[in-house]
């Protein structure tokens, strides 16, 4: 039989893969120059509140319906890195003219707008969020990280799943 990682080493590589997707994003911005827009400050949101879920399960290494918890909050912020990855990807494939204007920023909408108002704005997204700055293999930055929520999306499934 094949090396199946426990549940506490699958956390493990869950978090790391985590951190090295936010180094990369973290790369990308000071090394490589290219300002992140309001959805991909969402999905950062998103990666490390799964980075921090996964790292408190290892931290724990709980058992039974303990670890089927986190396993289902990771799942949860997975999703929620899905559907925010998910819209950007949306918003970049639109026609030119179908494209929302661009707004004021990020910063001036957490001082000026409750954060309730200020989620609702960026998910109408704007014209910032539609630019593609790279892509590689021909997919964009956002659905590069659309597809590393799927993945570890799956994983969190296949960890809530699982038998101890």
């Known amino acids: 039989m094949p090396f199946v990682p426990?549940?506490?080493?699958?956390?493990?590589?869950?978090?790391l893969a985590t951190v090295t997707a936010m180094l990369f994003a973290l790369w990308l911005q000071h090394y490589m120059h290219l300002e992140p827009c309001p959805l991909c400050i969402f999905q950062r949101v998103a990666m490390m509140a799964?980075?921090?879920?996964?790292?408190?399960?290892?931290?724990?290494?709980?058992?039974?319906?303990?670890?089927?918890?986190?396993?289902?909050?990771?799942?949860?912020?997975?999703?929620?890195?899905?559907?925010?990855?998910?819209r950007h990807v949306w918003l970049q494939n639109l026609p030119p003219d179908q494209v929302p204007s661009c707004g004021p920023g990020l910063d001036y909408w957490m001082d000026t707008f409750p954060l309730q108002e200020v989620i609702n704005k960026v998910f109408h997204?704007?014209?910032?969020?539609?630019?593609?700055?790279?892509?590689?293999?021909?997919?964009?930055?956002?659905?590069?990280?659309?597809?590393?929520?799927?993945?570890?999306?799956?994983?969190?499934?296949?960890?809530?799943?699982?038998?101890?």
Do not use: K, M
């Open 6 to 15: 426990s549940p506490r080493l699958t956390n493990l590589g869950l978090f």
């Open 50 to 86: 799964t980075g921090a879920i996964t790292l408190v399960a290892f931290l724990h290494g709980p058992t039974g319906i303990a670890r089927r918890v986190y396993a289902g909050l990771t799942l949860l912020a997975t999703v929620g890195g899905i559907t925010v990855a998910g």
């Open 125 to 164: 997204g704007s014209g910032e969020c539609a630019e593609i700055d790279a892509a590689f293999l021909g997919i964009t930055l956002p659905g590069w990280t659309l597809v590393v929520f799927v993945v570890l999306a799956a994983v969190a499934v296949w960890q809530l799943l699982r038998r101890d």
